[in-house]
Antibody, heavy 123, light 108 residues
Framework: EMQLVESGGGLVKPGGSLRLSCAASGFTFSDYSMNWVRQAPGKGLEWVSYITSGGGYIYYADSVQGRFTISRDNAKNSLYLQMNSLRAEDTAIYYC????????????????WGQGTMVTVSS | SYVLTQPPSVSVAPGKTARVTCGGNNVGTKRVHWYQQKSGQAPVLVIHYDSDRPSGIPERFSGSNSGNTATLTISRVEAGDEADYFCQVWDTTSDHRVFGGGTKLTVL
């Protein structure tokens, strides 16, 4: 069974940093692109960042560009999100999500999701 | 940036058909994916590439996409279908993935 398990969330003060991790199992992690998606309390889903299978291409939402860094360690089947200069508006559940292999010319959907880890930014 | 617009809520009686729309400029030229999120749970992919059902998703779930509107259709709605539904596309201009604001489906 394919599984993603996030960790590293918690309470942090504005301006602080946090590193999230996502442990993958049940599939060949190094074959797939991965994403971080977040959801503020009572709000919708917001895509945060994307990294290709080998880490060669990385994209960020405008809201986190320059503050967050996505990375992966294929030897450890793990995905990471380094979050710096955190703001109150970064408060959310952060989900790790696997991208499916895409139909040529498109991008695949997020076909496997973790249960999420809560990040609260507050003084 | 590309914007997807969904109605905040849709209500339907059990056994009837629910339609959740997702509006965007020429969204018919993009491939739309749909996710179901039940209360307190992670999202689940229910439709990808406009109209294809992933393994394990009931045939009652279907999708279409044309012009400026994509539609998720749920036939013979059950109480267990009550959830938030989100559409999502790839904005090729920015290389960003974009979600709609979500629609809360209430089963009366």
């Amino acid at each position: 069974e394919m599984q993603l398990v996030e960790s590293g969330g918690g309470l942090v003060k504005p301006g602080g940093s946090l590193r999230l991790s996502c442990a993958a199992s049940g599939f060949t992690f190094s074959d797939y692109s991965m994403n971080w998606v977040r959801q503020a309390p009572g709000k919708g889903l917001e895509w945060v960042s994307y990294i290709t299978s080998g880490g060669g291409y990385i994209y960020y939402a405008d809201s986190v560009q320059g503050r967050f860094t996505i990375s992966r360690d294929n030897a450890k089947n793990s995905l990471y999100l380094q979050m710096n200069s955190l703001r109150a508006e970064d408060t959310a559940i952060y989900y790790c999500a696997k991208s499916e292999i895409a139909v040529p010319g498109t991008l695949g959907a997020f076909d496997v999701w973790g249960q999420g880890t809560m990040v609260t930014v507050s003084s | 940036s590309y914007v997807l617009t969904q109605p905040p809520s849709v209500s339907v009686a059990p056994g009837k058909t629910a339609r959740v729309t997702c509006g965007g400029n020429n969204v018919g030229t993009k491939r739309v994916h749909w996710y179901q999120q039940k209360s307190g749970q992670a999202p689940v992919l229910v439709i990808h590439y406009d109209s294809d059902r992933p393994s394990g998703i009931p045939e009652r779930f279907s999708g279409s996409n044309s012009g400026n509107t994509a539609t998720l259709t749920i036939s013979r709605v059950e109480a267990g279908d009550e959830a938030d539904y989100f559409c999502q596309v790839w904005d090729t201009t920015s290389d960003h993935r974009v979600f709609g604001g979500g629609t809360k489906l209430t089963v009366l």
